[in-house]
C-alpha cells in the first residue's frame, strides 16, 4: 500500500499543483493529519478537501486551527474517533492537539484521547494511527528544544504499537522516527510545500518529499 501524506495545509498551498502531486504519486490513499485551515469555516474545509480528492480515498483528521464542526461531519473519510478498514490496514484517528497556551480551536486533554483511542483499538491488528498532535518524546515533537507532543498518543504507541503514525502540528519537526516496531513521520507543512510517501508491505519505507524538489 502506497500512502500520500500531507498535514498543516492552513489554507495557504496551491491546490491545484497539490492534487496534481497526488495524482503524479499514484498512491492507493491519501492521508491528512490535520489543519486543513487557518481557523478556516466547515465550508471552506469541505472546499479544500474537494479540490485534493483524487478519487481514492481521502482519509483526514481535523487539526486544532480547523472548526470545531469538522470533528464530526461525514464527508470524504473522517477517522476522528472512528476507525476505517482499507486493503487489510485499520486507520484509526484522533484530530485536535493537547492543550496549547493559544486555546486553539480544538484542544483536548490528554486522557480524553486515550480513552478514546483504547476503546477503537483493542482487538485491531495492522494499525495505522493518524493523529495531528505527534507522540510526546520524538523527533516529530520538538519546538523550541522542548518536546512538547501528546503522552496520551505516546502511551497508545507504546501499548498496541500501530505499524504507523501520521501526525503534524510541530512545524519545525519535519521527520521520521521509531518508537519500537512504530514508525512516526511529521511530513511537515503542506503550507511550506512538504509531504511524505509511505509503502508498506513486510516493511515500512518512508520518504519525505517537497515540491520545490
Known sequence: MKLFL????????????????????KADATVVAGDITHFGTVEE?????????????????PGN????????????????GKKFD??????????????TPFSTRIEFEPQIA???????????KNLILVSHSPPFGTKADISMGRHVGNPAIRSI?????PILVV???????RAIDRVG??????????????????EIDNDVNIKLRSFIE
Do not use: Q
Open 114 to 124: 486515550k480513552k478514546e483511542l483504547e476503546k477503537l483499538i483493542v482487538g485491531e
Open 167 to 173: 501526525c503534524g502540528h510541530i512545524h519545525e519537526s
Open 86 to 99: 482499507y486493503l487489510s490496514y485499520t486507520f484509526v484517528g484522533f484530530g485536535g492537539s493537547n492543550p
Open 65 to 80: 486551527c480547523d472548526p470545531t464542526e469538522a470533528l464530526d461531519i461525514d464527508y470524504m473519510i473522517n477517522i476522528h
Open 181 to 198: 516496531r512504530t514508525f512516526i513521520v511529521n511530513p511537515g507543512p503542506a503550507s511550506k510545500g512538504f509531504y511524505a510517501i509511505s
Open 6 to 25: 500531507l498535514s498543516d495545509i492552513h489554507s495557504s498551498f496551491n491546490l491545484h499543483a497539490l492534487k496534481d502531486k497526488i495524482k503524479k504519486e
Open 157 to 161: 504507541v507504546e501499548r498496541f504499537e
Open 45 to 61: 474545509f469541505k472546499e479544500i478537501l474537494r479540490a485534493i480528492d483524487t478519487g481514492k480515498p481521502l482519509i483526514y483528521v
